[in-house]
Structures are given as C-alpha cells and as structure tokens.
C-alpha cells in the first residue's frame, strides 16, 4: 500500500478510487525557447508526483499535500489567484478542464512528491500532470489515451498554471509530464505542439546525466522571466516577425545588424536563435552517438544564457564551472535560471570527482550544500495504482 494511500485514507476517512503520477523534468537543452515558439528538448524524471483521488457529489475540491498543507474550495470559485498558495495549480487544472466544457465535479485529493519543489524541475507540472491524470480517468474523460489526447491534456494544464496560478510559463513543462516515454527525449516544436521521441541512451556511452540541484532561488526571479519575455517578443516586433522562431539561423547576423542600437535586445535575440539551433545541434549529435559534441552544446548553451540572456547566477556558475573542471564534458544550467538545478554529462568514473569538486567549491564560496542525482528518462503521467 502506498504512502499516499495512507495519506488519503488519514485524512479524508475512505478509500482513493485509485492513485495518478506524474513526473517532474529536466531540460537537456533548448531554455527560454518555448515561449519563443522554439524547440525544447526535455526528459521525464522518475521522480514523480503522486495523487491519490475520490469523486464527491457536492461540487468541493478538497486537497492535501505532504508540502503544502490543506485547501478547501467550490469548484465555481476557482478563479485568477484563487484559492491562493499551492492549491491554485491542482484547482486550476479542474477549472480549465471545466472551461474546456468537460464535466468535471468535486474531490478529494491527497498529494504526496518526490519531485524537489522549486529546484527548476518542475513540481508544478508534476502536480498539475498528477491531478490532471485523476480528473482524466475519474470523469471518463480519456484524455490519457494517446499522444493526441494527452496534447490536449498539457495545453490545459499550461492554461492552469497561465490563468490560475498565474505563472506566465510556456509549455514545455506540462509537455515533458504528460507526453515524454522511457528512455527517450522529447524534442519538442513549441510551434505546433508537434513532438519527436530522440531516443537517450548514456549507459551505454560510460555516461550518466548529473542534476546539480543549487539549492539557490534568487528573489524576483519571476519577475526577471517576465521581463526576458517581454524583450523578446519587442525584439520579435522589431525584427517584424511573429515570434524569434521566424528567425532563421542562417539570417542571425542581419538580425542582430537591425538590433545594434539595443544592446539588451541584441544579447536576447543572440541567445533565443542561437539556442534553437543548438538544439537541433544535439538531436543531430545523439542521433550520430557524438556524446563529446553533446556535452560542448551544453556548456555553449551554459555561456550563452550566462552572458546573453543574463539569466544565470553565482550559484549556477560555480556548479558548471567546477563539473567541467573535474572532468564533466560538458555542463548547463537547466530550467529559467536565477538559481534551481545544472546538468553535467559526465564520465560514470568521474561523477563523484564532479560531485565533490562541486560541493567543496559551494563550501569555498560559502553557499548551501547543493544535492546531486542521476537522472534517467522516465514515461509520462500514468495510473499507478
Ligand atoms: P518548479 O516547478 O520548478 O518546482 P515552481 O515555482 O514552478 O517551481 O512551482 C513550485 C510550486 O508548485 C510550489 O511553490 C507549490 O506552490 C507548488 N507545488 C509543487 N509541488 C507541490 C506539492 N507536492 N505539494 C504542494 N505544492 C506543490
Ligand atoms: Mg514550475
């Protein structure tokens, strides 16, 4: 039986009707380039979120989570920022399932994670993913069936997190949770939601994939990723192009000649097109089975989004930094940035030279411990029990 069974049963009184999870992800590379209408390339971890659920009559979502705490709500008023705190993701979820016109009625949820929260692997898609999962199969919904009807799923689960928890993200969040498979990427054209499974296979390589998680979350990063959306979409309007997707690699210098004027948007446009290409770059080189080449992407993306989009910090840095230099082929932060997690592709007889070289250089600088694990390409959102 599990711990979220237990959970629901404690606090609810009853039996679940059954459990749904859903994963967290990490984003190999392709950052700040799905509200660009660019391409992503991220994988889902096996740490997941959990919710165990039981249909009510009255019309009530009632929520309960190991990390939050609890939350009562009439599903008629959930709305912009309401209920507040945690539980604006998993209601969210039911309101955009019921603006959608799918009937969908009351709870009772118990949520239980193993995703870190706030670390920039996306607990909130995990939690959204999770209850969106429950909803799905509860209601009769079958929106769970196919890698059609699961697209449909994450556009509503993004809307949730858009409208409700009022996070202006994109979608490769929600994307990665519900639509990824074992032991593949997705790579993901945030154009048209079309997605490419790219098989990921380090094993076999002598690799594995180390998550460095800072343990920093700098003030206002919100904010700030609001301001980088901003540029570029007045960078967009500049250029006179629909989003910076609509500029080509090969025309990159002639747009950057019309933004010569603007400093900030020049560096933002720099980064945006340059790393939409090096997404590309690194299907290419999984495909051909280059792993050196993959790890050179990464840590060009590391500099880009350090120097041109401005979006890295001390933190981030120094873990990339230190990986490479205990012998990583390469490393980037991963996520928004302002702090959360770094990936290092590293030599399986070198990941705890890299874990140490990153700790004492954390400890040198006197920062938080950071935490480590090896990720691994996991499925999507699921029934489990
Ligand atoms: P990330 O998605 O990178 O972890 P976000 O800031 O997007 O960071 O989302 C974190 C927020 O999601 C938390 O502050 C909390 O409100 C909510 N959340 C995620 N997972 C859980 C959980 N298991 N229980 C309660 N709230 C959660
Ligand atoms: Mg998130």
């Not at 500049?238 to 080509?248: A, F, K, M, N, W």
């Not at 060009?300 to 979006?311: I, K, N, P």
């Amino acid at each position: 039986m599990s711990t979220v069974t237990d959970q629901f049963r404690r606090v609810f009184g009853e039996d679940p009707e059954g459990v749904w999870e859903a994963p967290g992800r990490v984003n190999l590379i392709g950052e700040h380039t799905d509200y660009n209408n660019g391409l992503v390339l991220p994988i889902a971890l096996p740490q997941r979120t959990y919710a165990a659920a039981r249909r009510r009559v009255d019309g009530t979502l009632r929520l309960s989570s190991t990390s939050g705490g609890e939350v009562e709500i009439a599903l008629h008023d959930i709305a912009p920022g309401v209920p507040d705190g945690w539980g604006r993701y998993a209601a969210g979820v039911l309101w955009a399932l019921r603006e959608a016109g799918h009937l969908v009625g009351g709870l009772d949820i118990a949520i239980d994670s193993t995703v870190p929260i706030g670390s920039g692997l996306s607990s909130s898609a995990a939690l959204e993913g999770a209850v969106a999962a429950a909803a799905s199969d509860l209601f009769g919904l079958g929106l769970l069936a196919d890698d059609s009807t699961r697209t449909t799923l994450a556009a509503l689960c993004q809307k949730a997190e858009n409208v409700i928890a009022q996070a202006p993200t994109g979608g490769m969040d929600q994307a990665a949770s519900l639509r990824c498979t074992e032991g593949h990427a997705i790579l993901l054209d945030c154009r048209n939601g079309h997605v490419s499974q790219i098989p990921f296979e380090l094993r076999s390589h002598g690799l594995v994939l180390l998550v460095i998680d800072t343990k920093a979350q700098h003030a206002n990063s919100d904010g700030q990723y609001g301001r980088r959306r901003a540029a570029c979409e007045r960078a967009a309007a500049e250029l006179g192009v629909t989003s910076l997707r609509d500029v080509p690699y090969s025309h990159l210098a002639q747009a950057l000649h019309k933004l010569e004027h603007d400093h900030e948007l020049f560096a933002r446009v720099q980064h945006v097109v340059s790393e939409i290409q090096r997404v590309r770059d690194t299907v290419e080189a999984l495909e051909a089975g280059e792993l050196a080449e993959v790890g050179l992407l990464f840590t060009s993306s590391h500099l880009s989004l350090r120097d041109d989009f401005d979006v890295s910090c001390d933190e981030l840095d120094v873990a990339v930094d230190s990986a490479i230099g205990a012998g990583a082929l390469g490393a980037r932060m991963t996520g928004g940035g302002f702090g959360g997690s770094a990936i290092a592709l590293v030599p399986e007889r070198l990941a705890y030279d890299v874990e140490r070289a990153v700790t004492n250089a954390y400890q040198r600088r006197g920062f938080t411990k950071p935490a480590f694990f090896r990720a691994t390409p996991a499925g999507g959102a699921r029934r489990t029990e």
